[in-house]
């Protein structure tokens, strides 16, 4: 089934309406199913302690979030305590110490208070840490003790005080300082009853300045764990080695990056979901403004661009596994610019162009998959995106063959030159083997892709019903069947036909048509004529006129089924659908003046509508023009003694003609289009018919004629 009859198959099927957006779901599934593979991480089948049987590296960039957490937490538990050191503490524990002596010597001073009370006042008026630190002993000793001698304690314990806490004292410390303070009490100036006391007192005073401090160290150890940078395992890079051992670590850090079969992520189907999304729409309002520019439905260019853009991503696809036969530069074979250059061709340059930074992102993350070097391969990206551009930019004109093979020995150069760039942009050092390869490989794929071009154009032009630039110049060369079957049968009406095409190709041009189109069509339009070339005015030589002896009913049925006269025999030599529609629609539905007026003079009783061509009216702008270019040539061609005055009125009176009698309320042609037109059309003929110049043996044959 061909391409046309499964499209209709599909029409008829689900409806008009819908058949655009089928197309687009196809092409978003080939792409989507072409890509999917590149997006996933390669999976690998190793188990803990198998020896690796090659080189694993990293398909993507990603964070070891268990080798981070484990150095975040060695980070911490290194961090070390913080501590604040309070110089006051000597002084605050001096007067502590200060209070206990003053309350034995207030205590001393009440005359009326006995033994066993004593003990209890001095508790009652000493703080609580005190009168714990203090045993009931050490209070008695201090109360029966001489006032001289607590004087001397209190000197003694002071200065044992200042010192020992001059310095930092943690808690690890306090026991090793306060044995250091007993071992300094003078032994020859106090008893040792005394001295026992003292001891506790010191054990009292004697207490850390340098304390730990939770806040702060609990702080420093965030902004520990915090400054540890994420582990991370970068793009390429090689996780385990060729015969290595597979440790733990080996397979979390597999498992991390995703190449371990018992892991699955979704992310990557959602993000080329997306990625594809975003190309269909882009596609979309492409053709949109592709159909609002031609004014036609756009069904059967977007199923044979969804062809070309599928092959073109297979082809991409398949080029991937050029990689793996280690040829050097393989991959450059690609014929990219051959789907572009048919885009181009057959569709506009705009949808090529577009196309070309499509084939270049989805090159790069294809090929990137081959690589080993993540999601993109830049290198490969570039070059796709720079020779499909080529294929889109580069031929321009009339694309006849010769243009085309010039144009694919440009895209081979272009293709060279980027090979040549990427080499001396990666900085590295290439074996003069590996660059000869390089540029071949370069070099064949522009060769490949002009003889694609040049074989698929025709199953295009067949498949489609599509008319190429090409397949237009062949149908205008003079030596065609049909030209040369005009010009032999018909030489007036061929040369009507020439004079025509000059016209409409000029005026088609300045508003933007197809002017290649409108001059072939011409060409073609009155083929027709040649069933009966002698009942047309521009084939009667001898200056009989067949219509003399003919009512004017019959003449009228001559004239008008020249049109699809002509439409039969173009159909019946295969020629394009659009040329066959320019010589059927020629003449619209317009009135045959000349014979319903001639029938009106004699008596007939007839209607307007019987002398009017059956139609089509035109349906595009390119049959318009003909439309006009075949009446004004006709008729200033039968003018006598034509001036530029008389042609510009004949001129606008044949478009205010067919504009009052709605020829082209079928087509979309503007009025602006007609006004550029109409003067396209007027200085052509201006030129044509201009006046000529008398030249002297003229004038001297009129003043010999005169005399």
């Known amino acids: 089934m061909s391409p046309m009859k499964m499209l209709q198959t599909i029409r008829k099927t689900i409806g008009n309406n819908y058949t655009n957006w089928v197309i687009y779901l196809v092409l978003a599934m080939v792409l989507y199913l072409c890509m999917i593979g590149s997006f996933l991480p390669k999976n690998l089948n190793v188990r803990l302690h198998d020896t690796a049987t090659e080189d694993i590296q990293s398909p993507v960039e990603a964070i070891d979030l268990q080798a981070t957490n484990q150095l975040k937490k060695e980070a911490s538990n290194s961090t070390p305590s913080k501590y604040t050191y309070t110089e006051e503490t000597s002084l605050i524990q001096v007067e502590k110490v200060g209070d206990i002596y003053d309350v034995i010597s207030d205590v001393k001073l009440d005359k009326n208070s006995d033994k066993d009370k004593a003990v209890k006042s001095v508790r009652s008026k000493l703080s609580s840490d005190a009168s714990e ?3 009931d002993k050490t209070i008695q000793v201090l109360l029966n003790a001489k006032d001289k001698d607590l004087m001397t304690a209190q000197d003694i314990t002071n200065n044992l005080i200042y010192e020992a806490l001059n310095n930092k004292v943690k808690w690890s410390d306090l026991e090793r300082v306060q044995n250091r303070a007993v071992s300094s009490l003078p032994v020859s100036v106090i008893g040792d009853s005394l001295r026992g006391a003292l001891i506790e007192i010191l054990h009292y005073g004697i207490v850390p300045n340098y304390v730990f401090d939770a806040v702060a160290t609990k702080r420093s150890k965030q902004d520990a764990a915090s400054s540890v ?15 290595e051992l597979i440790t733990r670590d080996v397979l979390r850090e597999l498992k991390v990056v995703g190449l371990l079969k018992d892991h ?12 594809v999304s975003f190309i269909v729409i882009i596609l979309s309002f492409e053709f949109k403004q592709l159909k609002e520019k031609d004014g036609k439905d756009q069904y059967k260019k977007l199923l044979m661009y969804g062809i070309i853009f599928s092959c073109m991503i297979l082809l991409i696809k398949l080029a991937t596994y050029l990689r793996l036969t280690h040829i050097h530069g393989l991959a450059y074979i690609l014929p990219i610019a051959l789907g572009t250059l048919l885009i181009r061709m057959f569709l506009n340059e705009r949808l090529a162009i577009v196309t070309s930074i499509i084939f270049g992102m989805v090159a790069s993350m294809t090929f990137g998959s081959v690589t080993k070097t993540g999601i993109f391969d830049p290198q490969m990206g570039l070059y796709v995106l720079i020779s499909a551009l080529a294929g889109a930019s580069i031929i321009r004109g009339n694309e006849t063959k010769p243009k085309i093979l010039q144009t694919g020995m440009l895209i081979s150069l272009t293709n060279m030159l980027i090979v040549i760039m990427l080499m001396l942009i990666q900085n590295n050092t290439f074996r003069l083997g590996d660059i000869f390869l390089n540029l071949i490989f370069a070099y064949l794929s522009g060769f490949l892709t002009i003889i694609l071009t040049l074989g698929l154009i025709p199953v295009f032009e067949t498949s489609f019903g599509m008319l190429s630039t090409i397949k237009l110049i062949e149908l205008s060369n003079p030596n ?3 030209l040369r079957k005009i010009l032999l049968e018909a030489p007036g009406t061929y040369h009507h036909s020439v004079m025509v095409a000059n016209l409409a190709e000029r005026a088609c041009e300045v508003i933007g048509a197809n002017g290649l189109l409108a001059r072939v069509a011409a060409y073609y339009h009155d083929i027709g004529k040649t069933k009966r070339p002698r009942f047309f005015v521009e084939n009667q030589l001898d200056g009989v006129n067949p219509h003399d002896n003919l009512s004017p009913q019959l003449s ?5 089924s020249h049109p699809y006269d002509g439409a039969d025999i173009l159909r019946a030599h295969k020629m394009p659908k659009e040329i066959i529609d320019i010589a059927e629609q020629h003449h619209g539905t317009t009135l045959l003046k000349y014979f319903y007026f001639k029938a009106k003079e004699n008596g007939q009783d007839v209607q307007e509508t019987d002398f009017r061509y059956p139609g089509p009216k035109v349906q595009t702008k390119e049959a318009a023009i003909v439309e006009l270019a075949d009446s004004i040539e006709a008729a200033v061609r039968s003018m006598k003694k034509p001036t530029p005055m008389k042609i510009n009125n004949l001129i606008q009176s044949i478009f205010n003609d067919r504009l009052e009698d709605g020829q082209f309320d079928e087509c979309d042609l503007t009025l602006h289009e007609l006004k550029l037109a109409k003067k396209s059309i007027t200085e052509t003929m201006n030129g044509v018919f201009h006046a000529r110049i008398e030249y002297p043996d003229e004038l001297m044959g009129k003043k010999v004629t005169a005399k």
């Open 556 to 560: 009228r049925t001559v004239i008008v």
């Open 229 to 243: 940078e994420p582990v991370q395992i970068h793009q390429g890079e090689v996780i385990v080695k060729k015969g």
């Open 264 to 275: 699955f992520n979704v992310l990557p189907f959602i993000g080329l979901f997306i990625f």
């Open 480 to 482: 065609h069947p049909l």
């Open 133 to 135: 630190a203090l045993s």
